[in-house]
């Protein structure tokens, strides 16, 4: 049976499995297990600090985070090359550790562990220290039981994302920029870092979730020349944070995404889950934002239309008695990409958009004098005479509609026979034909609507009795 701290060891990969890091840390374990406590204990503080060392040793960014010093060579000559003497490695992390945890204004340029309370950390990392150094050198006499083990492990789960360049925050964000930069090359990064990564990050992020993320998106965003964060390519880069189990990660990541209609429809579109997750982090985010981006046709724009339709129908579905005239108004377009189910039509029947998009915002349609079919010619012979034609073929027909559409051709039959010029006798013909089509096609729930007598609209009835479905124009 695993203990605990190997299951945090196997949750949250600390070290690389090649690291001696990792050898240590395995010994301990043994030794914990066959009740060694105070080799358990050595192993595991040597493992401890051997982390710490290679991450500074490996740090991509170290030259970065000392660039204020005006030695151009300190990183390297100051510190690599101090850590990589396996004889006072461990002395010289300590006073790396040491001088961190100064105030800033009294920080030495070595000082490189960035740490929220210094006092804390330096309190905590001593104590354990002297322990280790009461072990190593018999200085006098130590109990080093199940529980002081334990302890340490302890400290380790709480502190070690702590012990970073530049602190914990600032390299989880590092790290997270230089994933997503490479990661399609992993042989330049190790794309299942992302989990670890946000692990760490849970534990130093406290409060700050949002703002984490957004100066990470700030900042991919400034190498990203489309500006669209989530491609094909980085799905999963992305899935791994989103599916975090961590609640403040998810928080700070949804408040970011639902943020701007930019970065939420980009995420949508790949992971519809966002829609979810942003309701549950604000249950006014439909009402006060997403509504508003509904109504903007510039962001469903070629590939995205059919989002549109996946998010109209999940909005009204939770909200019926959403304000949907100014989504509607420009969004009419769309009806060509729209690919309807029964849920779809369904929801959108209930809550009138096909007559909304037919009667109120094309009620050009219906006016039939000569006059005005010459005003809105443009219109009749255009895609949005197309998109009225298909809303007629998804809308629930009702008696409204039959009087409506009756209406319309009784006015321009009587029209028609006033009508001398030869342009707009075409244009009258052209609407016959256009409702002919739109009758015939729809026959079927014409007949179906309940307790209707189709002998008390002539128009409708005539065409019904004449086409054929079948062979229809």
Known sequence: MKLQIEKWVDETKPFKESDSAHDFFEESVRCYKIGAYKSAFVMSYLAFKTIVRNRILECPYGKEAVSSNPN??????????KLDNDDSWESFLNNIVEASCADEKNRKPIGILHFTNGEQTKSAYNYWRDIRNDCVHAKKQVTIDSSTVESFWNYLIDNLNKFYVLGG??????????????YSYPDIVKPERVTAIINDLNVTIKNKSKDFFHELFTNLRKNEPSKLLVKESNINYWKDI?????????????????????????FYKHFPQVLELAISVDSKFIVERLSD???????????????????????????????????LYRTIALIASFEPDDRKLRILNQNNIFKKYIFEQSS??????????????????????????????????????????NSALDSLEYSMAYRSNPASS???????????????????????????????YNRISKIINECDCSNNE
């Open 364 to 405: 050009w349609f219906f006016k039939t004098d000569s006059n005005s079919q010459f005003d809105n010619y443009h219109k009749l012979v255009s895609d949005e005479s197309h998109y009225i034609e298909c809303c007629f073929n998804y809308l629930d027909w009702d008696i409204k509609c039959i009087e409506t559409l």
């Open 242 to 266: 989103l599916e975090s189990k961590h609640e403040i990660i998810i928080e700070g990541i949804i408040e970011e995404i639902s943020a701007t209609p930019f970065n939420f429809f980009n």
């Open 72 to 81: 151009p060579l300190f990183w390297e000559n100051e510190l690599i090359k």
């Open 426 to 456: 075409h244009n009258g013909k052209f609407y016959q034909r256009k409702c002919k089509r739109i009758i015939c096609n729809n026959k079927e729930k014409i007949l179906s609507i309940p307790n209707i007598d189709l002998s008390n």
């Open 293 to 327: 981006w509904l109504g903007e046709p510039f962001y469903f724009l070629d590939n995205n239309q059919k989002m549109f339709w996946e998010l109209l129908v999940e909005t009204l579905d939770r909200y019926n008695g959403i304000y949907i005239d100014k989504i």
């Open 169 to 182: 925050e600032q390299y989880t964000l590092k790290e997270l920029e230089n994933i997503y930069k490479y």
